[in-house]
């Protein structure tokens, strides 16, 4: 196949499509001289490939594209999301089981928190799936110190500015008070870093427990703590608003398909699963 420049990618989108990392992170290895190409030791990310390229990171071919697939984790509280953690504790990824391929996830969840984490062998499909731009909703069960007032909920509502920091709105709705404590469900489509730990503490309440129960059309649901389980094509295609097509074959690989992340305006994206409670007491019950 003649290279063109429809041909070609970033060497960076290359390698997070190989799902070997984040764009983001291509590029620093990039910077850190972790990717040859044809032999080549590569100083910028300014840098296009073709299918017709050999690509080494870290000493190792480049693994082929692979078609896009995705899980449903639950995190339990106590681990990093994280392939590295400078202070050698325990990560997401040292205890997902030995037969899963390399994956990374699709944002963060901090090591206090807990519930649905989504991941991915996909760099590229992570980095679409984390933009607020997609419009997917985030879900939570929140537990906090104290009593919200109905007027701490519209001033979320609002979007609050904190530090120089601006946080779109927050959807937050007590549903219950017991003693000391309150749990609200709290709903949001960005993930800026400890987003609803920092907005809570500005308005005087300590976050004590912080579950995720959706992200988007997926559910936490009865997913067991610690458990994975694989999202099925259809429900990628069909309730996700993701599509498998076909790329154009390269002279030395088998026709390959792949998804890539439809368009979601004018269009509610289904629900995947059966709807069950996400209660704290049930089993289904970027930083936050």
Excluded at 48 to 58: G, K, L, M, N, Y
Excluded at 106 to 122: A, F, K, P, Y
Excluded at 238 to 264: C, H, I, N, T, Y
């Amino acid at each position: 196949m003649t290279d063109t420049p429809e041909n070609k990618e970033r060497i960076a989108k290359r390698m997070a499509r190989a799902g070997l990392c984040s764009r983001r992170d291509a590029e620093r290895w990039i910077a850190d001289g972790r990717v040859e190409v044809n032999g080549e030791k590569l100083e910028s990310p300014a840098f296009t490939v073709s299918a017709a390229d050999h690509i080494v990171v870290d000493g190792k071919p480049l693994p082929k594209k692979e078609r896009s697939r995705l899980w449903r984790y639950h995190k339990p509280v106590g681990l990093v999301t994280s392939h590295r953690d400078e202070k050698g504790r325990d990560t997401v990824f040292d205890k997902l089981p030995e037969d899963m391929p390399r994956v990374i996830s699709v944002g963060r969840l901090d090591i206090n928190s807990e519930g649905l984490l989504l991941l991915t062998n996909d760099g590229e499909l992570a980095r679409r799936l984390e933009l607020p731009a997609t419009g997917w909703k985030r879900k939570y069960r929140v537990r906090v110190h104290g009593h919200p007032r109905e007027s701490d909920m519209a001033k979320l509502s609002k979007g609050l500015t904190i530090e120089g920091v601006k946080y779109g709105s927050i959807e937050a709705v007590v549903d219950s008070t017991k003693g000391a404590n309150s749990w609200l469900t709290v709903s949001l489509r960005e993930g800026k870093n400890r987003e609803i730990r920092k907005v809570m503490e500005h308005l005087g309440y300590t976050v004590s427990r912080l579950i995720r129960i959706s992200y988007g059309p997926l559910q936490l649901g009865e997913l067991e703590s610690g458990a994975v389980d694989e999202v099925k094509s259809k429900i990628l295609r069909d309730q996700m608003g993701v599509e498998k097509f076909e790329e154009e074959p390269d002279a030395e690989q088998p026709r390959r398909g792949r998804l890539s992340l439809k368009s979601k305006q004018g269009k509610r994206p289904g629900k995947a699963g059966r709807q069950t409670s996400n209660r704290p007491g049930n089993r289904s019950s970027r930083n936050f």
